[in-house]
């Protein structure tokens, strides 16, 4: 059930939230971590964050799922700093030869050329604006956009071009680019959901370690929503005898600070994920492994993911159908969702280049 060979010492990998460091699907070879006698183990460095240069050719990716409702999006950095041991985009770090464990929040990459792609990329003839969502996959909002700043040049180059986009994110950095949200916001041209997976802090730090915390999370929710900008809460995911029983508390802890609508998503289990919240499981609440991942499996038709489309965000069977009900009906009753926002698409404008000098004449 859990690769016991791969777990990292915790001095090690402190501050992290995988507890497990396994090779990706596409290596020839796994290695497994072994004592040679001669204590060498101990010697090993802690993980440290190390940041590559990605240079893309484009910058918008497209997709055409059923059961999303956006159809391009934008992904500054790859892997994330936040370390969410749930986090559905691990596996795809296996595509870089490295592992979707500890491998996939400290070693990332970055795409500090995005905004000059995303301008030429709308300033193509043939484009048809429609909403970008941005932090779909991993956060643009990660500890290193701090330095980098890359989140916030796409966003100048959005609102250049009155162009739409939604946001999600669990970081309070999102506060910095309030001057250019708000303004956006007022034209119907942003949106922002945060991420509220807990209320309790011991919970969030093992599950989320470099997430801001749930406090902060709701001083941002309330922070946007007092700037006029449009605010989504997501008890995303809810993991089974987790923080499922706290679903009604978030929605209460999230309408009190501004939020206008409410989603959620069961957890998924994809490719690598499995290993990984089991590990953490069998780490931080070893009496509730079994149950957990019994409960995880009912949802899925017996197997540990489904990745159908129309169910892989919420599930199957009686339990799903549980937690569906109860989160709609405490949405109901705190008035969530009475509306949904759709961004404008109308306002798109290409800036006029400037005028080439004539030459020779």
Not at 110 to 134: G, H, M, N, V
Not at 325 to 349: K, S, V, W, Y
Request: aromatic content about 6%.
């Amino acid at each position: 059930m859990a690769y016991a060979g791969h777990r990292i010492d915790p001095e090690r990998r402190r501050g992290r939230g995988a507890t497990i460091n396994p090779g990706g699907r596409f290596e020839a070879e796994q290695r497994v971590l072994e004592d040679d006698g001669w204590g060498t183990l101990g010697e090993l460095p802690a993980f440290k964050t190390e940041v590559s240069i990605e240079k893309p050719r484009t910058i918008i990716t497209r997709n055409d799922s059923p059961d999303i409702s956006f159809d391009r999006s934008i992904n500054p950095y790859r892997g994330c700093e936040h370390g969410c041991v749930y986090c559905f985009a691990r596996p795809s770090h296996a595509y870089l030869g490295l592992s979707p464990g500890l491998d996939f929040e400290s070693k990332l990459t970055a795409k500090p050329d995005a905004a000059i792609l995303l301008e030429k990329e709308l300033s193509a003839p043939s484009y048809q604006p429609r909403t970008i969502a941005i932090g779909t996959n991993t956060d643009a909002y990660q500890p290193i956009e701090k330095k980098l700043r890359i989140m916030r040049s796409i966003l100048e180059v959005l609102a250049k071009f009155n162009h739409p986009v939604g946001i999600v994110t669990k970081s309070a950095l999102v506060q910095r680019d309030i001057d250019i949200l708000a303004p956006m916001a007022v034209k119907g041209l942003a949106k922002v959901a945060i991420s509220l997976t807990t209320l309790d802090p011991k919970t969030a730090r093992t599950m989320e370690p470099r997430a801001a915390s749930p406090a902060k999370r709701l001083e941002t929710i309330r922070a946007l929503s007092e700037a006029g900008i449009p605010v989504t809460v997501l008890v995303a995911p809810i993991i089974p005898a987790i923080n499922e029983h706290e679903i009604e508390r978030i929605l209460d802890a999230a309408k009190a600070a501004g939020a206008r609508e409410a989603g959620y998503v069961l957890l998924r289990l994809p490719l690598e994920v499995k290993d990984l919240v089991q590990d953490w499981l069998l780490t931080h609440h070893p009496d509730k492994l079994r149950h957990v991942v019994s409960l995880i499996r009912s949802t899925r038709g017996g197997k540990d993911y489904d990745p159908a489309w129309g169910q892989r965000q919420v599930g199957s069977g009686p339990y799903a159908w549980m937690i569906g009900r109860r989160f709609e009906m405490a949405a109901e009753r705190l008035g969530f969702n009475a509306t949904r926002l759709r961004l404008r698409n109308d306002l798109f404008l290409k800036p006029e280049k400037e005028k080439a000098q004539l030459s020779l004449f």
